[in-house]
């Protein structure tokens, strides 16, 4: 009587009825945002009664989207274990870079050809409110751990504004649906938690999305591709070379 399967909540029945996979779908997307945001580390044990509580929903489709987030790399299922968020590995990440550097490359150069005005000023905007955030982590004065921590989380959020900006002025919704399957593999809070201290590497992200505007300001394709595809390569290396830090730290 006490197994999540034996008992299910009426209103659990009837939302699984009615929406199918539909459903699983809707579990695999929020677990896979609860990880990438960091509500589960890597390594961390999914128990399946904690996840039936915490998305409302019986143990079947909690078992199927753990299914679907195995084939994307986001957990690994180990039998008679469960399933383990996969520990992203320095090789892995940089393959990710690598690929992603490739395609939103082609998206900025697609987009130099429908880019407006109102995209130009977008882009500038956010820039701007990354610019003085990053001015901010590098201060480091007067700046507490909890607001560290919220710093570095804001940066990130603005980081991908500016990147969706031009991926979304490339009107290619495959293209723009691989980039971001490409970045769904990646846990966003621990990427840049890994950077959140590396000075320089705040700086030449700046630098580097200044380089994309200019390139998209002379409405230049080949430059608005090597910009992009340089700056998400040099991210990539960073993230690299921080996990191996910190792996001979731990």
């Known amino acids: 009587m006490k197994s999540t ?35 589960f580390a890597p390594g961390q044990h999914l128990k399946q009664t904690d996840l039936c509580d915490r998305y409302g ?12 987030l195995q084939a994307q790399d986001m957990v690994v299922i180990v039998p ?18 690598e690929i992603r550097a490739e395609l939103e490359g082609f998206a900025a150069e697609l987009a130099v050809a429908n880019w407006t005005e109102d995209d130009e000023i977008e882009l500038l905007s956010t820039q701007a409110k990354l ?34 900006i ?6 290619n919704q495959r293209l723009k649906g691989l980039i971001v399957n490409l970045q769904n593999s990646v846990p966003v809070r621990q ?16 630098e580097d999305h200044d380089e994309i505007i200019d390139a998209f300001r002379r409405r230049s394709p080949s430059d608005a591709r090597e910009a992009t595809r340089k700056h ?19």
Request: aromatic share 6%; with cysteine; hydrophobic share 45%.
């Open 166 to 171: 031009f991926r979304s002025a490339c009107r």
């Open 80 to 97: 008679n274990k469960g399933a383990i968020v996969q520990s992203p590995t320095a090789s892995g990440l940089m393959e990710v870079y």
């Open 131 to 164: 610019t003085a955030l990053v001015e901010i982590a590098l201060s480091h004065a007067n700046v507490t751990s909890e607001s560290e921590t919220k710093v570095a989380t804001r940066i990130a959020a603005v980081n991908e504004e500016f990147h969706a």
């Open 191 to 206: 990427v840049w938690f890994a950077v959140k201290n590396a000075n320089e590497a705040h700086r030449l992200n700046v």
């Open 5 to 39: 399967d034996t008992i299910v909540r009426p209103h659990r029945l009837l939302e699984e009825v009615g929406h199918g996979s539909n459903l699983v779908d809707d579990i695999a997307f929020r677990l896979q945002a609860d990880i990438l945001h960091g509500a």
């Open 232 to 250: 998400i390569l040099r991210a990539g290396r960073w993230l690299v070379e921080a996990f191996g830090r910190q792996d001979t730290v731990d």
């Open 57 to 68: 929903v019986s143990r079947t489709p909690i078992r199927e989207a753990l299914q679907q």
